[in-house]
């Protein structure tokens, strides 16, 4: 089974500091990486997205990472904040419309 | 705004009870997604559909079958429920192309069964 692994599990930073969460896919065969973020009692939402042949992509605070040779990518999260504190996804898409999900990670941004 | 809706926020069934989770999408979405959520595993897929009466098995479809009469709503049904159905229900939706990596959630039904 296709697999998408994602760390670390649970994250707590400091306001105004870098949150990072990694995930390492195991099949070539995606086109696109998407990073999902929930809110407590919503459901998640698309937070930013890249394709396999860029390397890095920033919207705002946020910057995903993207190392091709090494089946990993990462979201960074510039001068975090307790408005950041959510749980946050990795995905993998395959073509003909279904998303692999990471584990997920729970951020806690401390005031 | 994209609006996908599902009918009930929280549920209580008995074991071997049928329970029917019910899904609207109101954007004319092609594809249609149930996923269910537990901790430490992230969201697995257990149906989706890109097509009026259309399905295919996701992950995780044991247990569960899916309906979809009509391009809107997708129904989720678990035919006997047990306790290891206990869990949060997503159900999704989003168009069909290049951009079907967005997918649009609803607020999520919990579920337990007892």
């Known amino acids: 089974q296709q697999q998408v692994k994602q760390s670390p599990q649970s994250l707590i930073v400091q306001k105004g500091g870098i949150s990072i969460i990694n995930c390492a896919y195991e099949n070539t065969a995606f086109d696109y990486f998407p990073w999902y973020q929930q809110f407590p009692g919503k459901g998640p939402a698309l937070l930013i997205a890249?394709?396999?042949?860029?390397s890095e992509k920033k919207e705002g605070r946020f910057t995903i990472s993207f190392n091709k040779s090494a089946k990993q990518f990462s979201l960074h999260i510039m001068d975090s904040q307790p408005g950041d504190s959510a749980t946050y996804f990795c995905a993998a898409y395959k073509p003909g419309g279904k998303l692999i999900f990471g584990q997920g990670t729970e951020l806690s941004v401390k005031p | 705004d994209v609006k996908v809706t599902q009918s009930s926020r929280y549920l209580v069934k008995r074991t071997g009870e049928k329970v029917f989770l019910e899904c609207v999408q109101d954007m004319d979405h092609e594809n249609m997604f149930w996923y269910r959520q537990d901790p430490g595993l992230g969201l697995r897929l257990i149906y989706f559909?890109?097509?009026?009466?259309?399905?295919e098995k996701g992950d995780i479809p044991e247990g569960y079958s899916v309906s979809r009469e009509k391009k809107e709503r997708f129904s989720l049904i678990l035919e006997s429920a047990s306790t290891n159905q206990t869990s949060m229900y997503l159900c999704?939706?989003?168009?069909?192309?290049?951009?079907?990596?967005?997918?649009?959630f609803g607020p999520g039904t919990r579920l337990t069964v007892t």
């Open positions: 559909s890109y097509d009026v009466k259309m399905k």
């Open positions: 890249i394709r396999p042949d860029v």
């Open positions: 999704a939706s989003s168009l069909s192309g290049v951009s079907s990596y967005e997918q649009y």
